[in-house]
């Protein structure tokens, strides 16, 4: 059996082939029957230029069908798909390059000279470009490839896709999914989700990340079903599209500024069966904000590069807001104290998961990757949380970001927590600076609301506040007004960012 990933979505691509998969912002769309045969001349123009089974793909491009077209045609030639933010610069770039060698290098036309350096140091045998509107010479050499090929015969161990990890703790490191990995999770979210005929995808993430790439891109693929494949997120054009959509995925963000339209009303999302949120924490405000707005409650989930996703609120049964709720059908979560035993319900420990989905390993890094597997195979995700009673997932936040202020350890979300429902707050974010006494104190990063409340927030204020509420040691020594928390491209704050800023 062809265990090749490419081979098990196209299994359940519709049996009409002219049946649509990608709806373009201009109307246009592209057919299954398009799909199958433009991957094959991208799979094909791989092979051509000596892309061997097990080779790297490096692609830093923004979202397009040519895009889409080259990652399927990467699964389909065996080779590793290895996709980069179009935000990273030349040392990024000079890494990515240099660690993972890449046979090919996808680039846009205005990075070329940069790339065409690189890859020389790095001996990366070709670069092609590929425009934003699809144009290019990776378009234009495929183009003259025959329209059928022969999916590589993979098995489910063999490496499917390399992406690199923010390295926010050091440099970063790439994670190795394998066709297994990624076709494991694609099966078991369309089935937890409730894909059904009918279901229409509104398509606003981008594609070089797991959310964007292998989350939505496969359930919808798995499902036969279109997509509406825009380029990026745009609230108006959301509220355009919703009416004739079903399923919605999105960050945190996306939510924030759908709430923020006026239009935004309960008939736009009248025919609309599912909206989920990842990739960063959904306050608690927008949940209820959400539902109370429109009638629906967000799904939100939980997962890493790692391993895709490894917990959902329930599609059918209670979503409760500020849980990721209960592990994914054939994942096992555990929470562990630093000696791997179990904690009691209620209390806070390290998240660790074990499943088909879990990557192979770090790539060229075999020490980084036995220290983050426990001896009985569980991957220690960093992340802390906990369990309630009734086995709801709460996440906690990154074992990095725990503060150890005065030898006494200091959780960051429970005091943004308190923060964010103070009057007049949008919302926090709660780091530890290095303090000659305590070690680290708590300092917080505070956004005010545009309100009259927002404006009669005080530093003296929110300390006051939280006074008599929490312990002393983990009410912040200082709160710093801010217009907005730095945030990366998936929406996640970037902590290390406020970290140096305010050391």
């Known amino acids: 059996m062809n265990e090749n990933l490419y081979e098990i979505l196209q299994s359940r691509f519709p049996e009409e082939p002219e049946a649509p998969c990608l709806i373009l912002p201009d109307g246009s769309q592209v057919s299954y029957g398009d799909l ?65 060698e890449p046979r090919v290098f996808v680039c846009r036309p205005q990075i070329r000279g940069l790339a065409d350096e ?18 290019g010479s990776l378009a234009e050499a495929a183009a003259s490839q025959p329209d059928r090929f022969t999916t590589v015969a993979r098995t489910g161990d063999d490496l499917a896709a390399l992406l690199y990890t923010s390295g926010t703790t050091g440099r970063s490191k790439g994670a190795i999914l394998t066709h297994r990995n990624l076709s494991s999770n694609a099966e078991v979210l369309h089935r937890y989700w409730g894909f059904r005929p009918g279901d229409v995808l509104l398509h606003m993430l981008p594609i070089f990340h797991v959310h964007g790439l292998f989350v939505a891109v496969h359930c919808a693929l798995m499902n036969g079903s279109p997509m509406f494949f825009e380029p990026r997120f745009d609230a108006k054009r ?30 736009l999302c009248a025919g609309m069966r599912l909206f989920i949120s990842g ?13 109370a707005r429109t009638g629906h409650t967000i799904l939100e ?36 104290d630093d000696l791997n035993r179990p904690v009691e319900v209620g209390e806070i420990g390290q998240i660790q998961v074990r499943g088909p989905n879990i990557f192979r390993g770090y790539w060229r890094m075999p020490e980084k990757t036995r220290e983050e597997f426990t001896a009985d195979g569980f991957f220690k995700t960093g992340d802390m949380g906990k369990m309630d009673q009734d086995g709801y997932i709460s996440i906690v936040g990154r074992s ?39 070690g680290e104190a708590v300092i917080a990063a505070v956004v005010r609301r545009g309100d009259e409340a927002g404006a009669a927030l005080t530093e003296a204020g929110i300390i006051g506040a939280l006074k008599g509420a929490l312990a002393n ?30 050391a």
């Open 238 to 267: 959301a509220l355009a599209l919703l009416p004739r959509s079903t399923v919605f995925m999105g960050v945190p963000t996306y939510y924030v500024r759908l709430l923020a339209e006026p239009g935004f009303l309960p008939e």
């Open 473 to 502: 040691f983990k009410v912040p020594k200082r709160v710093h007004f801010v217009d907005e928390l730095p945030r990366n491209s998936m929406g996640k704050i970037q902590k290390n960012a406020l970290r140096r800023q305010y």
């Open 36 to 100: 199958h045969r433009e991957s094959a001349r991208y799979a094909g123009l791989l092979v051509s230029l000596g892309v061997r089974p097990g080779d790297r793909v490096a692609a830093q491009v923004r979202k397009s069908p040519q895009a889409l077209f080259l990652y399927l045609g990467c699964l389909r030639a065996g080779a590793v798909y290895l996709p980069m933010n179009d935000a990273y610069q030349r040392h990024e770039i000079e890494y990515f390059l240099g660690d993972a």
């Open 301 to 336: 989930r939980y997962g890493m590069t790692e391993g895709n996703m490894f917990t959902s609120n329930p599609y059918e049964g209670e979503r409760r807001g500020g849980t990721v709720g209960f592990p994914l059908p054939g994942v096992t979560v555990r929470i562990v």
């Open 118 to 135: 690189l890859a020389a140091k790095a001996g990366v045998g070709h670069v092609l470009k590929l425009a934003d509107d699809g144009d």
């Open 279 to 291: 990739s960063a924490p959904l306050l608690t405000e927008t949940f209820d904000e959400f539902k």
């Open 400 to 438: 990095k970001d725990l503060i150890i202020s005065g030898g006494l350890n200091v959780y960051p979300k429970e005091i943004e927590e308190m923060i964010d429902a103070l009057p007049g707050v949008f919302e926090s974010a709660v780091v530890g600076v290095p303090h000659p006494d305590f």
